[in-house]
């Protein structure tokens, strides 16, 4: 009993982190949106920039955990897209500009970041 405690103690401490430009990437998504100044629909309600900041970081946090997440697609498509809770889709919408669905937003903003001079 006491070793199986253990292992699964060991397991969940060993989940790897994605890797560094992974990282990296995921935290310029998280941060843009948490600066863009557009609102951002979730399940069927609109929240500030801020809030959607700290909810897609929350749900990146619980994925990180799990080893669930390793490129910034990976975090798009598994947490930036759609509610885990209802399966509805997210969505963006930013000052003069219309809806578009979080996954083109996000997957946007992750081209920009890579296209970007150094």
Request: aromatic share 8%; hydrophobic share 40%; net charge positive.
């Amino acid at each position: 009993m006491l070793a199986g405690a253990l292992l699964a103690l060991l397991a969940t401490s060993a989940a790897a982190a994605p890797p560094p430009q992974a990282q990296r990437e995921i935290e310029q998504l998280i941060d843009a949106l948490g600066r863009s100044g557009c609102d951002f629909q979730r399940n069927g309600s609109w929240y500030p920039a801020t809030e959607a900041q700290a909810h897609l970081r929350r749900k990146y946090d619980y994925l990180r955990k799990r080893d669930l997440v390793a490129t910034a697609e990976q975090f798009i498509e598994r947490a930036g897209t759609q509610s885990s809770m209802s399966g509805k889709a997210y969505a963006v919408r930013c000052p003069g500009q219309g809806t578009v669905p979080s996954a083109k937003w996000l997957g946007a903003k992750l081209s920009q970041f890579r296209h970007a001079t150094p």
